[in-house]
């Protein structure tokens, strides 16, 4: 199999657990969105709560 078919796979197989942690993804997003929102780690709080859900979702559908 080619490397590309390889990164396919990979890259698809995030989006089920993405799909589970639509409120995080939502929160994140707005979070980043914002202007006001400049400095490196201002969103941290969003980002990790995203990472945790999409681990977790991932484990329960086993990615």
Known sequence: ???MGKDYRRISGLA???VEC???ALL???CV???DN???HACDK????LKACIRQA????KV
Do not use: D, R
Request: aromatic share 8%; no cysteine.
């Open 1 to 3: 199999m080619s490397l």
């Open 46 to 49: 969003e980002f990790q709560a």
């Open 22 to 24: 639509k409120t995080e």
């Open 33 to 35: 969105s914002q202007k």
């Open 38 to 40: 400049n400095t490196k």
């Open 58 to 61: 991932a484990k329960k559908i």
């Open 16 to 18: 089920k657990p993405l």
């Open 28 to 30: 994140y997003g707005s």
